[in-house]
């Protein structure tokens, strides 16, 4: 069974940093494109970054430049650094998976992310 | 950036209708379009991809079309666990877009 399980959520203040993480299990994790996807509360999906099994990395002008996405395919796992975060930030962050075909085919239960002082 | 919007932005609709969500993109994107599903709380669902293909275990209900910029997501039949609100995406550059969303519920 395809599993993804986000972590590392929480509250923070505007200008702090936070890294979230992602562990896999069910499928070859590097054989597949990753990608974090979020949500501002009550608002829709944002695209925010994605990363290749061979480490090719894509982000939203959003976020580029305060953000990186990396993975550790020996770990099974996908990280989300985020610096100087904003009040904008604020969002559930959703880790998915690409399809070769790059749909998200698999999500995982999203972990939130406050940007407040 | 390729912009999607969709209509209606919501409908109101009872159980056994025939809905359909509009989506369209500001320049042509071939077939490279998914459709996903997303009830509160929840994390999106990938119903449809490459504009017309069934993702494996979505009910046969659920169909898409289109190519270019304009696409169509139609529910044959609603039923009570449809009630939950539409997205599509497009998938054919970096960075990937999503559409506003259509919120489908209950009349």
């Known amino acids: 069974e395809v599993q993804l399980v986000e972590s590392g959520g929480g509250l923070v203040q505007p200008g702090g940093s936070l890294r979230l993480s992602c562990a896999v299990s069910g499928f070859t994790f590097s054989n597949y494109e990753m990608n974090w996807v979020r949500q501002a509360p009550g608002k829709g999906l944002e695209w925010v970054s994605y990363i290749s099994g061979s480490g090719n990395i894509y982000y939203a002008a959003s976020v580029k430049g305060r953000f990186t996405i990396s993975r550790d395919n020996a770990k099974n796992s996908l990280f989300l650094q985020m610096n100087s975060l904003r009040a904008e930030d604020t969002a559930v962050y959703y880790c998915?998976?690409?399809?070769?075909?790059?749909?998200?085919?698999?999500w995982g239960q999203g972990t939130l992310v406050t940007v407040s002082s | 950036d390729i912009q999607m919007t969709q209509s209606p932005s919501s409908v109101s609709a009872s159980v056994g209708d025939r809905v359909t969500i509009t989506c369209r993109a500001s320049r042509s994107i071939t077939n490279w379009l998914a459709w996903y599903q997303q009830k509160p709380g929840k994390a999106p669902k990938l119903l449809i991809y490459?504009?017309?293909s069934l993702q494996s275990g979505v009910p046969s209900r659920f169909s898409g079309s289109g190519s270019g910029t304009d696409f169509t997501l139609t529910i044959s039949s609603l039923q009570p666990e449809d009630f939950a609100t539409y997205y599509c995406?497009?998938?054919?550059?970096?960075?990937?877009?999503f559409g506003p969303g259509t919120k489908v519920d209950i009349k």
């Open positions: 995406q497009q998938a054919n550059s970096f960075p990937f877009t």
């Open positions: 998915a998976r690409s399809a070769n075909l790059n749909y998200f085919d698999y």
């Open positions: 490459t504009a017309s």
